[in-house]
């Protein structure tokens, strides 16, 4: 083996076991959050819906770290009891619009005919509105809530999935080991669970992580419009909302539940990120070429 071979694979080492630092980091960040978000009623420091006016809206300090907002709860209390609401509500949805649209896709996929037309046609038509503001008007209609917005945004999210699982089962389709599966008198769910869904679930699974961070924001978004969760329960996008007005003079209102919207959200999307270069390492290559080729140009 020449030398050159041999320093191109240490440098593919290195680099994979740095991409396989970077995702156990990141994954074991994601599970602290995880972790506060089962036991945020045990790691409150107060109650985080006893008010006291008497101690309404002061600064971050030694008694209360992220400050109390105008009916004196404490802030970091708020803070940590909203994330279940937040990242675990999120998480509910991104699973199911993922099963439910990779579910559709694979038919689609598999099936194709007048099954694959319909069901791509009605996924065109929700792909047709702007997402927020189609969810913004579903969950007008139902009423607000935390399961109407689950409904109103799973509505509109999951034909992304099932265009996702659609193409790649028409990649896997007609592929050799699927013919001799075939010849072998598998049954069509047999295929389909055994065979097309295990090779497809990574770029699915790439996908929904990043999704979840965007879940987390419209959830937000639509609490912090009033059509989320409702007082007094806590959640980071209805925490937003009633510090608005206290923007200039109580800042630390916003900016800790919105802090937290900013590292949650981050985290799963670098994990996203992660996880998608340690799953295609044709990506990974391409990435270090790319980086290669500009630095010859310097």
């Not at 809206?57 to 300090?61: D, L, S, T, V």
């Not at 189609?134 to 969950?139: R, T």
């Given at each position: 083996m020449?030398?050159e071979?041999k320093?191109t694979?240490r440098?593919?080492?290195v680099r994979k076991?740095h991409?396989?630092?970077?995702?156990?980091?990141?994954?074991?960040?994601?599970?602290?959050?995880l972790?506060i978000?089962a036991?945020?009623?045990r790691?409150?420091?107060?109650?985080p819906?006893a008010?006291?006016?008497?101690?309404a809206?002061?600064?971050?300090?030694i008694?209360?770290p992220?400050?109390?907002d105008?009916?004196?709860r404490?802030?970091?209390?708020?803070?940590?009891i909203g994330?279940?609401?937040s990242?675990?509500?999120?998480l509910?949805?991104?699973?199911?619009?993922?099963?439910a649209?990779t579910?559709?896709g694979?038919i689609?996929?598999?099936?194709?005919?007048?099954v694959?037309s319909l069901l791509?046609r009605?996924s065109d038509i929700f792909l047709?509105?702007p997402?927020?503001v189609?969810?913004?008007?579903?969950?007008g209609?139902?009423g607000?809530?935390?399961?109407n917005?689950?409904?109103?945004l799973?509505?509109?999210?999951w034909?992304?999935?099932?265009?996702?699982a659609?193409s790649?089962?028409?990649?896997?389709k007609?592929?050799?080991?699927l013919?001799?599966?075939?010849?072998?008198g598998?049954s069509?769910?047999k295929?389909l669970l055994?065979h097309?869904l295990?090779?497809?679930?990574?770029p699915?699974?790439?996908?929904?992580?990043?999704d979840?961070?965007?879940?987390?924001m419209?959830?937000a978004g639509l609490s912090?419009?009033g059509?989320?969760v409702r007082?007094p329960m806590?959640?980071?996008?209805?925490?937003i909302s009633?510090?608005?007005?206290?923007l200039?003079?109580?800042?630390?209102?916003?900016?800790?539940?919105?802090?937290a919207i900013?590292i949650t959200v981050?985290?799963?999307n670098?994990?996203?990120?992660?996880?998608?270069?340690?799953m295609d390492?044709?990506?990974?290559?391409?990435k270090?070429?790319?980086?290669?080729?500009?630095e010859?140009k310097?």
């Open positions: 020449s030398e071979k320093v694979i440098r593919q080492k076991n991409i396989r630092g970077k995702l156990l980091f990141f994954l074991a960040l994601a599970v602290l959050l972790m978000a036991f945020a009623e790691l409150c420091p107060y109650d819906y008010q006291n006016l008497l101690e809206q002061q600064p971050p300090g008694s209360h992220l400050g109390t105008r009916y004196g404490d802030m970091l209390s708020r803070v940590i994330s279940t609401a990242i675990y509500a999120a509910l949805l991104v699973a199911i619009i993922t099963v649209g579910a559709v694979m689609c996929g598999w099936f194709g005919g007048k694959d791509m009605i047709a509105f997402g927020l189609f969810a913004l008007a579903v969950a209609v139902l607000g809530g935390v399961q917005a689950m409904i109103a799973g509505v509109i999210s034909p992304k999935f099932a265009r996702l659609r790649l089962t028409l990649a896997q007609e592929s050799d080991y013919m001799a599966a075939r010849l072998a598998s069509t769910l295929l055994r097309i295990p090779n497809i679930a990574g699915i699974l790439v996908t929904s992580v990043l979840i961070g965007t879940m987390i419209e959830l912090f419009l059509l989320g007082p806590a959640e980071w996008g209805s925490m009633d510090g608005r007005v206290m200039q003079t109580a800042p630390w209102m916003v900016l800790a539940p919105g802090g900013f981050m985290i799963f670098l994990l996203g990120d992660t996880i998608r270069d340690y390492p044709k990506q990974r290559n391409n270090t070429a790319n980086k290669r080729k500009g010859n310097r």
